[in-house]
């Protein structure tokens, strides 16, 4: 894991930009100590279950892909969010309190005015330190009201704060994504260890994995090839980072994913191995259910 004191954190805070060591910074100056993790890395790097035992995750200055994930992330954690960033329109704090307001409004609910990459009105490392205290501020007082988005435009104009609604058809905030029970399993999807004695009234029970999977892949030109072939079963992100076939390097290469399977498929697609996602989401009787599906996917050792 690339963060810096990961054991012990009670913050995690994603970016690898100044803004994101001005959070870290402020977190150390009243002694909360801070996992960082890049944009890119997180998603593999910071398991759900150590995210649960953080107050809070900072997402600092991050692109819009990586902010929808932890988005996504931190809801299924209920652990507190706070999205910080700065640009031509001034510095924005967006808190969303997952872990005492089950009710609050997502980072999707409310999308704020996109600042692009267009120079901030104030010198960046002034922008970024002031922004860093914001964010450090609002990461560890982020239950104490509900949703909300606080924006300082210019150093010398007032900010303002203003309390952001849950959107009813908010498709980031649906339930099963919402504070769902959260169950440790050892990923292993062979009827006897996962479906047990239930296993043919569970074979039909549906679920959304974290990650899409890649269920076929082939060359439009040379149909089945096996560097292709190799990839089905794996996520879908690894075979989008293929660039061509490479039997005759045409653009050519045909992808077939998704993200939600039966646990009868998952069992016969993955009964030796585990699935390679972060988690996977169901409604079992009503109930939104979460199964965790890195529990024991490191070392016990490796975390003392
Ligand atoms: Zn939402
Ligand atoms: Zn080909």
Redesign the pocket.
């Known amino acids: 894991m690339s963060a810096q004191g990961s054991d012990h954190a009670r913050v995690a805070v994603i970016g690898s930009g100044p803004l994101a060591a001005e959070v870290v910074r402020n977190l150390g100056l009243v002694g909360v100590p801070a996992a960082v993790h890049r944009a890119d890395d997180f998603w593999r790097a910071l398991r759900l279950a150590d995210l649960q035992d953080c107050y809070c995750a900072v997402a600092a200055g991050i692109p819009a892909g990586a902010r929808q994930r932890l988005n996504a992330l931190c809801q299924v954690a209920a652990t507190d969010l706070v999205c910080v960033a700065t640009g031509a329109h001034g510095i924005t704090v967006e808190t969303f309190p997952f872990g005492s307001d089950p009710g609050c409004a997502c980072m999707e609910c409310d999308v704020p005015v996109d600042d692009g990459d267009v120079a901030s009105p104030v010198p960046d490392p002034i922008a970024s330190s002031i922004a860093g205290a914001l964010a450090a501020a609002a990461a560890l007082h982020c239950s104490s009201e509900g949703a909300r988005r606080l924006y300082a435009p210019e150093v010398n104009e007032a900010s303002t704060l203003v309390p952001l609604a849950r959107r009813n058809d908010c498709r980031a905030c649906a339930s099963p994504w919402r504070a769902p029970r959260v169950i440790r399993t050892r990923n292993r999807w062979t009827a006897r260890d996962f479906l047990a004695a239930e296993a043919p009234t569970l074979a039909g029970q549906r679920v959304r994995l974290s990650d899409a999977i890649v269920t076929a892949c082939d060359?439009a030109?040379?149909g089945p090839?096996a560097a292709l072939t190799s990839l089905v079963n794996r996520p879908a992100a690894e075979a989008a980072a293929i660039p061509a076939?490479p039997?005759?390097g045409?653009d050519?290469v045909r992808i077939e994913a998704r993200d939600t399977f039966s646990l009868g498929e998952l069992t016969e697609r993955f009964g030796r191995g585990p699935v390679p996602a972060k988690f996977a989401l169901a409604e079992i009787g009503g109930v939104a259910v979460c199964f965790d599906l890195e529990a024991a996917a490191r070392d016990p050792g490796s975390r003392a």
């Open positions: 060359c030109g040379c090839v076939c039997d005759c045409a050519s």
